[in-house]
């Protein structure tokens, strides 16, 4: 079994989940607000089986860390890499398509945190993992993770559209893609 790593950032700590993350794990994902760009908020059990999985990761994907603060030791998001099948508007041809995801609770909003916890995680995927490319499917109209993504790098790749409504797919590629 391969424990993921830990990263540092200048203000955020990136690690493995904790049995202790749970309740704020399911908090997040079962918010309506959190999630509204997210197809909506996760069921209860889906998401106590999401955090189940997180916590009993093996080894490939998904990878998620949870976002912490420096000196704080408490959940306060995450930051994930996880296989999704190509298909529709979707591009990454005879590749396991890898995709990022992230998500803070409300008051961390606007300090620059999912912007640092990606950029780090970007640097892990691409370089030490050797990963070609990462792609992010984003709501049209979800500016604030739109800018994330153009600030950690990516560009818009393509238009997708599946039951929820039509979504941009953007993408970063690294040395090895
Ligand atoms: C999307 C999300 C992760 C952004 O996190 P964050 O830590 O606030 O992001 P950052 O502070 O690193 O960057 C946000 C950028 O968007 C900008 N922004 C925020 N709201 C905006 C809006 N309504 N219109 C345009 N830009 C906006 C900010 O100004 C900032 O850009 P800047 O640094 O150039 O000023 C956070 O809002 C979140 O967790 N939302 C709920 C979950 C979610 O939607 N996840 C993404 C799914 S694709």
Redesign the pocket.
């Known amino acids: 079994m391969t424990r993921q790593p830990t990263f540092e950032t200048e203000r955020l700590v990136l690690r493995p989940y904790r049995d202790g993350d749970r309740a704020s794990f399911i908090a997040l994902h079962t918010d309506q607000v959190?999630?509204?760009?997210?197809k909506g908020p996760l069921p209860l059990d889906v998401a106590n089986e999401r955090f189940k999985q997180h916590l009993n990761r093996i080894d490939g994907f998904p990878m998620s860390w949870a976002i912490t603060r420096k000196g704080h030791d408490e959940f306060i998001?995450r930051v994930s890499l996880f296989e999704s099948a190509a298909g529709g508007g979707r591009d990454v041809a005879n590749y396991g398509r890898v995709e990022l995801?992230?998500?803070?609770a409300e008051q961390?909003?606007?300090?620059?945190?999912?912007?640092?916890a990606v950029k780090r995680i970007m640097e892990f995927a691409l370089s030490d993992l050797s990963l070609p490319c990462i792609v992010?499917?984003?709501?049209l109209n979800?500016?604030?993770?739109r800018?994330?993504l153009e600030?950690c790098g990516f560009t818009w790749r393509s238009r997708g559209i599946d039951e929820h409504g039509e979504y941009d797919v953007f993408r970063i590629q690294g040395p090895a893609g």
């Open positions: 959190v999630r509204q760009y997210m998001g995801g992230y998500l803070l961390y909003w606007g300090l620059g945190f999912a912007t640092e992010a499917d984003v709501d979800h500016h604030a993770s800018r994330v600030k």
